[in-house]
């Protein structure tokens, strides 16, 4: 399986301040892998009321719902189905993460849009057979994508039980831009739920923090400088957060060219085409790691300026923008606290 997100996410990675053994001395740490990626948990407390067992136990239950990898999960049979189609939810994993999506699909005025999902297959972003398709194409599919409620779909939630609607077969879902955020979410609730209060959870880049670290200080994350060559995780700059969700997307490592022009795989769901923006990557911090995944996709196709301004209405995220300016140089604007690497 593949992992969640259609455009970078994975570009978070926790600096020297992470355990590298489960001891009580050090703290517990659990590495796995998930989603096509892999999964960091660290508790920074004395002892531990979990099993690395029941994580991966959650996140397969997490798959069967919401994995449009896997072709006998929930969604998988949703996307397939003509008409009506009717499953459990026995975690409310759809549930919460259409209801977190219908909530940034609104706000965003349709930025964050999980109904764009035949558009990013005709692109061949899935199996990465990627081709530009004509713009007769692009227009047939954008008349039955918008996640707005009752225009192209309904959904009743009905305790543990999903009875969903769609009024064109070819309607199909496709919460990679917020799923494995969401999954963070469900990750840290488990902890918390078992008692902890100083954390830290990161699945393929997208994460959530409580508390603080074994050195009683926050918990210290490092950002990517934006290349296409940059496997080597260089850091353009570190974050200090506590107690939030943080994701960053970016589209300068995952596009393919064609005569000589880029494109992306960030698609903007107005015009069915891969975005053109001054911003490389964008981090957000928010709430919870579903709001911060799916608002990092929305930072990206908004741009930096049209970005600062969305943030005048929205003063519950953070950002931490990384653009071109017209010397073609990389520039920062944040409303996030930057801090020196830790020794």
Not at 25 to 31: D, Q, R
Not at 297 to 317: A, D, H, M, P, S
Request: hydrophobic share 35%; glycine share 6%; aromatic share 12%.
């Amino acid at each position: 399986m593949r992992n969640y997100s259609v455009i970078i996410s994975g570009l978070l990675f926790l600096l020297s301040c992470a355990p590298q053994n489960s001891s009580p001395e050090k703290g517990f740490k659990f590495s796995g892998h998930t989603q096509g990626t892999t999964y960091t948990i660290i508790v920074a407390e004395d002892s531990i009321h979990f099993q690395q067992s029941e994580i991966d136990e959650l996140l397969a239950a997490f798959d069967t719902i919401l994995s449009t990898y896997i072709p006998e999960s929930e969604i998988s049979k949703l996307n397939a189905s003509e008409a009506n189609y009717a499953f459990k939810d026995t975690h409310s994993f759809f549930k919460n993460c259409y209801t977190i999506s219908q909530e940034v699909y609104t706000n965003s005025n349709g930025l964050f849009d999980p109904s764009v999902y035949p558009l990013v297959k005709e692109w061949g972003f899935f199996d990465k057979s990627e081709h530009i398709p004509d713009q007769q194409v692009i227009d047939s599919i954008l008349s039955f994508t918008g996640f707005e409620h009752t225009k192209h779909h309904s959904v009743l939630f009905d305790a543990d039980s999903v009875k969903f609607t769609k009024k064109d077969p070819r309607f199909k879902l496709d919460f990679n831009g917020i799923a494995q955020g969401y999954s963070v979410d469900v990750i840290a609730g488990f902890i918390e739920n078992r008692g902890h209060h100083n954390y830290y959870v990161e699945i393929g880049g997208e994460l959530r923090v409580k508390g603080v670290n074994r050195e009683g200080k926050k918990w210290f994350v490092g950002i990517d400088t934006p290349s296409e060559e940059n496997e080597a995780h260089s850091i353009i700059t570190t974050v200090s957060i506590t107690d939030c969700g943080m994701a960053t997307s970016g589209n300068y490592r995952n596009f393919f060219e064609k005569d000589g022009k880029k494109y992306g795989h960030t698609l903007h769901p107005a015009t069915g085409k891969p975005i053109a923006t001054d911003v490389l990557s964008a981090t957000v911090v928010a709430e919870n790691a579903a709001l911060a995944d799916a608002y990092a996709t929305v930072f990206l196709i908004l741009g930096k300026e049209r970005g600062i301004q969305f943030l005048e209405n929205n003063k519950n995220l953070k950002v931490l923008l990384i653009y071109v300016d017209s010397d073609d140089q990389l520039k920062i604007y944040t409303t996030i606290d930057q801090t020196e690497q830790p020794a």
